[in-house]
């Protein structure tokens, strides 16, 4: 995806290169699992990156296409 950013003319694909890092944050929580509830949630480990950080990462990119980016 990354070299059609110079001949892409919709910003949002410039914000799916750098949401899609947060994919990476997937081996942290997994990582952390043991340790309890992060960061004031009910979600520990998984749970926390599949109910939290999945936001992040698809929710600004369909806002983007839905304004028109």
Same mark, same amino acid.
């Given at each position: #995806? @990354?070299? #059609? @950013?110079? *001949?892409?003319? +919709? /910003? !949002?694909?410039?914000? !799916? $290169?750098?949401?899609?890092? *947060? %994919?990476?944050?997937? $081996?942290? $929580?997994?990582? !952390?699992?043991? /340790?309890?509830? @992060?960061?004031?949630?009910? %979600?520990?480990? $998984?749970? =926390? =990156?599949?109910?939290?950080? !999945? /936001?992040?990462?698809?929710?600004?990119?369909? +806002?983007?296409?839905?304004?028109?980016?």
């Amino acid at each position: #995806m @990354l070299p #059609m @950013l110079a *001949v892409v003319r +919709n /910003r !949002v694909w410039i914000l !799916v $290169s750098g949401s899609a890092l *947060v %994919y990476y944050l997937q $081996s942290w $929580s997994a990582w !952390v699992d043991s /340790r309890g509830p @992060l960061l004031g949630t009910p %979600y520990a480990g $998984s749970a =926390f =990156f599949d109910k939290i950080f !999945v /936001r992040f990462e698809f929710l600004p990119v369909l +806002n983007g296409l839905l304004l028109g980016g």
